[in-house]
């Protein structure tokens, strides 16, 4: 039962680098997030996607770009990674069909920008 | 104004105690509500969800007022594995699946 999945779990990048933050759900979830957590600030959304093909501005989407390659995967670019990016990086995956429903989470990416 | 707000503590409780949490939230056009419970900065987890008509689930109650826009969340008898940090969710509008998160609120039992 894997859920959701996120690659890498930990990553250190230097200043100016990029990477791709992985994301991957068998759940057939329509509905794909990703959240960056620092201390004391809860989970703030990034982006989201309601459904393939669909991706949405969130809270605090400056710095990132996002691809729903398909229903599946949904993944977090940073171009120019910045020490301002170090957080924890969390995917989520929710099934739109009923009201309710709860969202599911990744394990998290430990990422630290130096 | 923050899309969802909470108290973010932290509560210290003693063991047995009763606790409760507050939540707002800035769009009257809401659709589900939800606590989520998050250990030790691991991913979080689905405590409840909340109905219009108020429930319950064993020590926990969840409470929801339209009017006032906001959410609650009564832990009763609360015991040392309630440590935790709770956080309040929103879902937007159906359509649009935006699902916010509180800063969340600390909360610590004690022996």
């Known amino acids: 039962n894997a859920g959701v999945t996120q690659t890498p779990k930990f990553q250190v990048l230097k200043t100016g680098q990029s990477m791709t933050l992985q994301c991957a759900q068998d759940?057939?979830?329509?509905?794909m997030y990703w959240y960056r957590q620092d201390p004391g600030m809860g989970l703030r959304l990034i982006y989201y996607s309601a459904s393939e093909g669909t991706t949405d501005k969130g809270e605090v989407p400056n710095g990132y770009n996002v691809s729903r390659l398909n229903k599946r995967e949904f993944s977090l670019r940073l171009e120019s990674a910045a020490p301002s990016q170090t957080s924890v990086y969390f995917c989520?995956?929710?099934?739109?069909?009923?009201?309710?429903?709860?969202?599911?989470f990744g394990q998290g990416t430990r990422l630290t920008v130096v | 104004r923050k899309e969802v707000e909470q108290d973010p503590g932290p509560f210290n409780v003693p063991e047995g105690a009763t606790v409760a949490f507050n939540c707002t939230y800035s769009n009257s056009a809401s659709q589900s509500f939800f606590w989520y419970r998050q250990d030790c900065r691991k991913e979080p987890k689905l405590l409840m969800s909340?109905?219009?008509s108020g429930n319950e689930d064993g020590r926990f109650t969840a409470q929801l007022n339209r009017a006032s826009q906001y959410i609650s969340l009564l832990i009763r008898d609360s015991k040392l594995s309630d440590s935790a940090t709770y956080l309040c969710v929103v879902l937007g509008i159906e359509g649009a699946q935006k699902l916010v998160f509180g800063q969340g609120t600390r909360l610590t039992i004690n022996p």
């Open positions: 909340v109905y219009s």
């Open positions: 989520a995956g929710r099934d739109r069909g009923l009201v309710n429903t709860e969202a599911f």
């Open positions: 759940m057939n979830h329509n509905s």
